[in-house]
């Protein structure tokens, strides 16, 4: 099966980056695809500190969980599997591409306007695009400018593919800024992504600005209610989920390797 309408945006990798990444592009009512294939490394972390919000630190698995939710809550849709090839099909003043996704049903292809990069550590499906990449040993890099863009309009990077520093929460801020990049590259008027109370712009006569909304105290408190509950209910006990080690390691005494 294929996807011959295409998308606005298509996100290769389903860990801190491309999560971030699918739920800016999606809160800016752009149709966004992440395809995903395996484990995030983020999630072979026993405990992820220094992320902003959990003084404590939070389990990883469970981390990656709630950006799935997030991208998920926010309209982005997922397609499991690995992203094998990148045609370009545009050029740089109408970009378009062609993906080719091996899936456990077979061979899809998808088109997009625009693609976002965040697949640590394969980077293979680029070559071909003529996008800048650095092999450095086992790893390639993607090169781009300060603000995610590619050598190719319409690719970007985002996240530890384009060898900024190995940190949860520096991919989360990458990937951020190279969505809101690309919204403003597809046309879409300046987005601001930000909840104010009834009254903070058209109070004072402004027209409330794209991508933001005015909400009343009813809509807030609901707001609150709902956010409080979805929490409770991720945080209501342990993670069901195993410890995993590095997939490098075939044997594995404290039983952290996939059966």
Known sequence: MSQTT????????????????????????????????????VRRNA????????????NSRLFTDLLSEQANRNGAGRLTGRLTGLD????????????????????ETVEASRVVAASWSDASYLEDTGVDLRAAGSKTYVGVDDLGRTAVPGIYAAGRLTEIY?????????????????????GTAFYND????????????????????EIDADERARRERESREVMRE????????PQRTHPSLVDDELGRLDE
């Open 6 to 41: 295409p998308r606005d945006a298509l996100v290769v990798g389903g860990g801190v980056a491309g999560l971030t990444a699918a739920t800016f592009l999606a809160r800016a009512d752009l149709d966004t695809l992440v395809v995903n294939d395996g484990e995030p490394i």
């Open 47 to 58: 405990h992820l500190e220094n992320v902003p919000g959990f003084p404590a630190g939070v």
């Open 88 to 107: 370009v099909l545009g050029d740089d003043e109408d970009p378009l591409f062609r993906a080719t996704v091996e899936t456990d049903d077979g061979e």
């Open 166 to 186: 190995h940190q949860a929460v520096v991919a989360a801020g990458d990937a951020a800024e190279t969505a809101i990049t690309l919204v403003h590259d597809s």
């Open 194 to 213: 930000w909840v104010a109370p009834t009254g903070y712009f058209t109070d004072r006569g402004r027209e409330v600005p794209p991508a933001c909304e």
């Open 234 to 241: 991720f945080f209501a006990g342990p993670h069901d989920e």
